[in-house]
């Protein structure tokens, strides 16, 4: 009895130290050390430089951590907001409209019924035959097509894309505000604006981490799977393919923060949403994060092709323009917009929007939701401003439609081995000025693709090809 008194109270103190290592805090901190920045860039630790407070948000598990990875005690805490469950924070009228996973499926379902002629309620976990999320949870899209005819499905297509930092809780508000938004546009639609465009809302990448963030904890960043060394959680936005591991502010620790897992597309949920884009190749992309008001565009370490970069580049500063963003490369490899554009030739970009995490939802609608509004005006905007180049390819003894087809233009070359290929349907679209090109198109795993000559220009759009 004796001896296991103590056990028990070692076993009490234990299990309160790893719920104690758990629970992530933000500290809001002041330092003039110049290499701060840089220090915390190499710990580890999560952070972002908060331009128009002149602070560093950082979030760690106590002010220890942060002199022991950092190495230095030159900087001021100003502010600490400890956790606690987001719920708790529902009952002041300040947070009470935020919306946990379950209200965000059924404000999807809403949207449904009520434009239900071309918004579309989807679960992404079932079509693609995916497993649930480590917590049981489904992935869900919305899919906006002003159908013409009954089988008008290969338009250029566009994704937004919210929640994969579980405490960024403005992002999936912000995807349903544009699905919204776009839904209203569409029902009277006189220009025509969604006659020739597919939209895709996915709101919530990471459905267990939001669970989290209301249930136990505000700060959670990750999503929840259990890691090997008892510790949860991968950053999903570390995650995808495309140069896994290679820079930026990821971690190889499964406690930290930016761990991107044991394996580029070791989670379900960045595996799910890239067979989606292997399925449907969407030509435009916008993930949202927050914060910091910013356009986040690739590679942070890579090459990209010359003529690709051009326009890419182009649309990146009229955006960035229009909502008054700041632009910058991405916080590190492994992010998904990186990823989609490389392997799926998405043109994409991470928004980072606001200036705080969980700002109270007032602020959100007078200060944030205006700058959704107007991203999401310009990009339908360039989505319309010309016809996409359509390809449709053909195999020639079966006349059936060939996916995953190589696709090359005017021997573009591709520094990262980006692909360019058709999607499931055989279909391809690029976004090009009108002129003569020389398509390439190759069958995949053959050495040689076959040469098409093509007069894209207003009144000829779309090409069938023959292989
Ligand atoms: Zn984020």
């Not at 840089?38 to 999560?46: H, N, P, V």
């Not at 951590?65 to 030159?74: D, F, G, L, Q």
Request: hydrophobic share 30%; glycine share 6%.
């Amino acid at each position: 009895m004796i001896k296991t008194i103590p056990l028990l109270l070692l076993c009490l103190f234990l299990s309160g130290q790893i719920f104690a290592q758990e629970k992530i805090n933000l500290f809001k901190i002041h330092s003039s050390q110049t290499s701060f920045a840089k220090r915390l860039s190499r710990s580890g630790i999560d952070y972002q430089y908060n331009t128009k407070k002149k602070m560093y948000y950082v979030f760690a598990h106590s002010k220890n951590e942060i002199i022991e990875k950092t190495r230095t005690r030159s900087f001021r805490v100003i502010e600490f907001i400890p956790s606690e469950p987001f719920e708790s924070l529902r009952k002041t009228r300040e947070f009470n409209k935020y919306q946990n996973y379950p209200e965000t499926i059924e404000r999807m379902k809403k949207l449904s019924t009520q434009y239900s002629q071309y918004l579309k309620l989807l679960d992404l976990t079932a079509k693609y035959n995916q497993p649930m999320t480590t917590d049981g949870n489904s992935l869900y899209a919305l899919v906006l097509n002003k159908k013409q005819r009954r089988d008008d499905t290969e338009k250029p297509k566009l994704a937004f894309i919210g929640e994969h930092h579980a405490r960024e809780l403005m992002t999936h508000h912000a995807v349903l505000d544009t699905a919204e938004y776009f839904a209203k546009m569409a029902r009277r639609d006189r220009e025509k604006k969604f006659d020739n465009v597919e939209i895709w809302f996915i709101p919530v990448i990471n459905p267990d981490g939001l669970d989290y963030v209301f249930n136990v904890d505000r700060w959670w960043r990750k999503n929840r799977t259990k890691n090997t060394e008892g510790s949860f959680g991968v950053d999903l936005n570390r995650n995808y393919e495309f140069a896994w591991g290679k820079c930026g502010s990821y971690s190889s620790e499964p406690n930290s923060e930016i761990y991107k897992g044991e394996n580029f597309f070791s989670e379900i949920e960045t595996q799910t949403i890239d067979a989606l884009n292997e399925d449907l190749k969407f030509q435009y992309l916008i993930s949202y994060h927050s914060s910091g008001d910013e356009v986040l565009y690739p590679y942070i370490c890579g090459e990209l092709n010359s003529e690709e970069q051009k326009y890419y580049y182009g649309f990146r500063d009229h955006l960035a323009e229009q909502i008054g963003f700041g632009k910058r490369f991405a916080s590190s490899s492994g992010e998904d917009f990186e990823h989609h554009y490389n392997k799926h030739g998405s043109l994409g970009f991470l928004l980072e929007i606001g200036n705080d995490f969980q700002p109270p939802f007032e602020e959100y609608k007078k200060e944030v939701y205006p700058n959704i509004i107007k991203a999401a005006d310009v990009i339908l905007e360039e989505m319309n401003k010309q016809p996409f180049l359509k390809l449709h390819i053909i195999e020639n003894s079966t006349r059936r439609s060939v996916s995953h087809a190589l696709i090359n233009i005017d021997k573009r070359e591709y520094l990262e081995k980006e692909v360019r290929e058709s999607n499931s349907n055989g279909y391809y679209f690029h976004r090009l000025p009108f002129g003569q090109y020389r398509i390439n198109v190759k069958l995949n795993g053959r050495r040689r693709g076959k040469d098409f000559d093509i007069n894209f220009n207003e009144g000829n759009t779309e090409f069938e090809l023959k292989i």
